[in-house]
């Protein structure tokens, strides 16, 4: 007969580096297929002149600036995943009795 009074983790925790990693990742490959869909429309310098003219601004830097908000945001997308996706095992444990 099965024991349902102790829980039991459906696997064990993973490595810090392979979970930063399952984060990081992904979110870089799809920053830069945002960045490349993104600045096919839109030119650097033209939304520089839109948002913030006096900012003296390369279209290097602009496309540099692109990319890491667009990773940034995807990282953030990535991490709230993993955050609800977590096993509930590891978290609600039982009330120790004393």
Known sequence: MPDFTSPRL????RPLA???????WPSFFTAGICTMVFF???DPIELR???FPGLP??????????FFMFWLATAASSLFT???LRPPGRFN?????D
């Open 10 to 13: 459906d696997h064990p925790p």
């Open 18 to 24: 392979q979970r930063i990693g399952a984060i990081l």
């Open 40 to 42: 096919a429309h839109v």
């Open 49 to 51: 002149d839109m948002s």
């Open 57 to 66: 601004m390369t279209r290097p830097l602009g496309y540099t600036l692109g």
């Open 82 to 84: 993993w955050i609800l």
């Open 93 to 97: 444990r039982p009330l120790r009795r």
